[in-house]
């Protein structure tokens, strides 16, 4: 069974500590701690997938 991805869109709270990337054509991946609230990127809201807990 595969794994439900855990994601999240910019300016929502982060749910888990770790290493966070975006989804689409242009990505790029940044820590986000548990707490804080989700980045945009390039200045767009986007939307986040957890890719390494930390």
Do not use: F, H, Q
Request: charged letters at 30%; one cysteine or more; glycine letters at 12%.
């Amino acid at each position: 069974m595969e794994e439900k991805k855990t994601t999240l869109n910019t300016g929502k709270k982060c749910t888990v500590s770790g290493e966070w990337e975006t989804e689409g054509r242009l990505s790029t991946t940044v820590y986000v701690s548990k707490g804080a609230l989700m980045p945009d990127y390039c200045g767009k809201n986007v939307k986040w997938i957890l890719v390494r807990k930390g």
